[in-house]
């Protein structure tokens, strides 16, 4: 679909001209007088106005058309207008620009002249969309929203706010992908510690004794390796919030550390002597059935009371998958500003495809179909061509949801079996693509500074061998 500029001018000859200037790149609208404009910008999305300054009911009066220009820039400040003057009117053409017109050309108009300015106007209105959702997509990736609006997430979004302003300990459970981590941080931002640091750690991804040199910190020469003193991360967050992600991944020995400090809020860091303290809000999250871990003798029974104070269960994507449409939307909008590109929005087709799907890796797995499909979809970056709005995505561009489409069987599927497989296949390609460097398929992967302990991890989780030395 092509953007939209609407030429006002009383002059049908004026109109016609500019429309057969510029009908290649643009799809025009017309109107000879200010009603007419007012109808047409009610009625269809406008990206750029045409403003000829001598306008009924007084055609030799451009302060008719100077007033509609600021009724536009007061109604719609982000669509910009391009005046038209007669050439003895320039400083009737600067007054407008400080009015708010993006740029002006004079009447009997020169053909190149017109068809630059509109563009250069046009870039300059998508460079302002683009940093827009730019800015958008970082709020969102700094997880400051819950979106949906289904009952389920309304019912979410509620116990959210009831317990931010609470000191308690916090349980989040939910499958993976559902988005433990974003409830962490809205507790957090919605809660008296705001201002403080929010420390998030991947319990699974670590080995026991880097978790515990990590959670408490370590004394120069505690261990082969500690050249300098470390504070860990209960001396970091103090005064904010500690999320420990994957709690039931703790090993007993740092479980029964983590208990001592909950219990009386003193720890020592390894390698030394001094009692510290530390006052942070703990919560911790899981996937797993901790009740079942505790009665295997894998989590300790009295840390599972000490965490398990207020719980809070994030609902899975297909059990509120009335909240699909906004989410596609959000993604969009963020990964199609991160790549630079201007996405059209999914068809209701499409849309209606992605809803019958049961989503076993839940937004996780949406967000990184969307991801891929925009990054291979076709057209150019919204700074390189102006004129041309962004790719429509289609079925075919989600090939893996096709993958899983066409191999799931009508009796169901085992969920997690599932999205275990897919997390192997992911590992083992990224790793493919990278030597087979654990840290940098880690960091391909998407886990920051702890690339290489994650990947040793998921490698150990799924036997899965590697050329790289250890």
């Not at 679909?1 to 609208?29: A, G, P, S, W």
């Not at 300098?228 to 994957?246: H, I, P, Q, V, Y």
């Amino acid at each position: 679909m092509k953007q939209t500029v609407l030429v006002v001018d009383d002059n049908d000859i004026n109109r016609l001209n500019l429309k057969l200037l510029l009908k290649d790149n643009y799809q025009i609208l017309e109107s000879g007088d200010l009603d007419g404009a007012d109808e047409m910008l009610a009625g269809h999305r406008v990206d750029l106005v045409v403003l000829d300054l001598a306008l009924p009911p007084e055609p030799d009066n451009p302060e008719i058309g100077m007033g509609y220009l600021a009724k536009l820039r007061e109604d719609s400040p982000d669509t910009p207008v391009v005046v038209i003057t007669g050439h003895d009117e320039r400083a009737m053409a600067l007054r407008a620009q400080k009015l708010g017109a993006q740029d002006f050309f004079g009447k009997p108009f020169d053909p190149d002249e017109v068809k630059s300015k509109i563009d250069r106007s046009m870039e300059a209105r998508w460079k302002m969309v683009r940093e827009q959702e730019m800015q958008r997509a970082l709020e969102t990736q700094v997880n400051k929203e819950l979106l949906g609006e289904s009952e389920p997430l309304q019912q979410l979004k509620t116990m959210v706010e009831q317990v931010a302003g609470a000191p308690s300990t916090v349980l989040i459970r939910g499958e993976t992908g559902t988005g433990k981590e974003l409830v962490a941080r809205r507790l957090h931002a919605a809660g008296s510690r705001e201002e403080q640091p929010f420390i998030a750690i991947n319990c699974a991804a670590m080995s026991a004794e880097m978790l515990e040199s990590e959670l408490f910190g370590y004394e120069k020469g505690a261990f082969a390796g500690a050249m300098g003193r470390k504070l860990g991360w209960f001396e970091r967050a103090t005064g904010g919030t500690l999320f420990l992600d994957e709690v039931a991944g703790l090993p007993l020995a740092v479980q029964a550390k983590l208990l001592r400090v909950l219990e009386s809020g003193e720890f020592s860091r390894l390698g030394g002597d001094a009692i510290l303290t530390s006052d942070v809000r703990l919560i911790c999250s899981t996937r797993e059935d901790l009740e079942a871990n505790v009665a295997e003798g894998t989590f300790r029974d009295d840390l599972y009371y000490r965490i398990h104070v207020v719980e809070i269960a994030v609902p899975p994507l297909r059990e509120h998958i009335e909240d699909l449409p906004l989410l596609v939307e959000s993604i969009l909008i963020r990964k199609g500003a991160l790549c630079g590109k201007r996405m059209e929005p999914l068809s209701d087709e499409l849309l209606d495809q992605l809803s019958r799907y049961s989503w076993p890796g839940n937004v996780r797995e949406l967000e990184n179909v969307i991801e891929r499909s925009v990054v291979l979809a076709p057209g150019m970056v919204v700074e390189s061509i102006p004129s041309l709005t962004g790719p429509q995505l289609v079925a075919d561009d989600m090939d893996p949801l096709q993958l899983w489409l066409e191999q799931l069987p009508e009796t169901g599927i085992r969920a997690e079996k599932a999205v275990a497989h897919f997390e192997q296949q992911l590992v083992e390609a990224a790793l493919k693509r990278n030597h087979h460097i654990k840290a940098r398929a880690g960091r391909w992967l998407g886990f920051g500074d702890r690339a290489k302990d994650k990947m040793r991890y998921l490698c150990d989780k799924y036997d899965i061998e590697t050329q790289e030395n250890p």
